[in-house]
Nanobody, 127 residues
Framework: QVQLVESGGGLVQAGGSLRLSCVAS????????MGWFRQAPGKEREFVAA????????YYGDSMKGRFTISRANAKNTVSLQMNSLKPEDTAVYYC????????????????????WGQGTQVTVSS
């Protein structure tokens, strides 16, 4: 059983930066793909970024490209999301998720294909 715990959320002004972290426990996560998603009130869960088990492949949602960077440290069971140039529309609860089986690159961006989810961390960007 794998558990995921996110941290690093908070309140930041537009243009600022935050770094989110997700630590996995209960089982080594080095063989699994990892993703970040976000959900704002009244909206569907949105793909933010994902990374392959080795870190060799990364994927980003269109509005995050060039601003967000996903990385992982398998020795520390940690995946991180560096968020720069934050905008008010980035305000949401950010969730870390784990995917046991890689199928396609497209599936990395789809919430229903992820198997384990963290509890989320709130990110609020003020204008």
């Amino acid at each position: 059983q794998v558990q995921l715990v996110e941290s690093g959320g908070g309140l930041v002004q537009a243009g600022g930066s935050l770094r989110l972290s997700c630590v996995a426990s209960g089982r080594s996560f080095s063989s699994y793909g990892m993703g970040w998603f976000r959900q704002a009130p009244g909206k569907e869960r949105e793909f933010v970024a994902a990374i392959s088990w080795s870190g060799g492949s990364t994927y980003y949602g269109d509005s995050m490209k060039g601003r967000f960077t996903i990385s992982r440290a398998n020795a520390k069971n940690t995946v991180s999301l560096q968020m720069n140039s934050l905008k008010p529309e980035d305000t949401a609860v950010y969730y870390c998720a784990l995917k046991f089986v890689f199928t396609t690159a497209q599936a990395m961006g789809v919430p229903k294909f992820y198997d384990v989810w963290g509890q989320g961390t709130q990110v609020t960007v003020s204008s």
